[in-house]
Nanobody, 121 residues
Framework: VQLQASGGGLVQAGGSLSLSCATS????????MGWFRQAPGKEREFVAA????????YYADSVKGRFTISRGNAKNTVYLQMNSLKADDTAVYYC???????????????WGQGTQVTVSS
């Protein structure tokens, strides 16, 4: 079981980044997928999630209107388009999969290794 997150980097406030997370195997095509983030000294927090079909999405209030989660046509890749980035968005971003779309990290079964996003003010 592998989840490979990529796309992080350094960007100025107001800029954009796009993260992607590819999963191995056909199993996860029927799983919900989510993005979480963890800043230094803080707990891991929910960012966005999408159902297996892509028909349902949830967002944290802090990113609503700025971030967009989507799935590839093959359903085994999830994307997070991040616009209007703020310094507060600086964190390690993790992708994860769950049987059902959820917003709490405890409900996710498998996790990727994380990708660093740094927003300079």
């Amino acid at each position: 079981v592998q989840l490979q997150a990529s796309g992080g980097g350094l960007v100025q406030a107001g800029g954009s980044l796009s993260l992607s997370c590819a999963t191995s195997g056909r199993l996860f095509r029927s799983y919900a997928m989510g993005w979480f983030r963890q800043a230094p000294g803080k707990e891991r927090e929910f960012v966005a999630a999408i159902s297996w079909s892509g028909g349902s999405t949830y967002y944290a209030d802090s990113v609503k209107g700025r971030f967009t989660i989507s799935r590839g046509n093959a359903k085994n890749t999830v994307y997070l388009q991040m616009n209007s980035l703020k310094a507060d968005d600086t964190a390690v971003y993790y992708c994860a999969v769950a049987k059902v779309i959820r917003t709490t990290p405890e409900m996710y079964d498998y996790w990727g290794q994380g990708t660093q996003v740094t927003v300079s003010s």
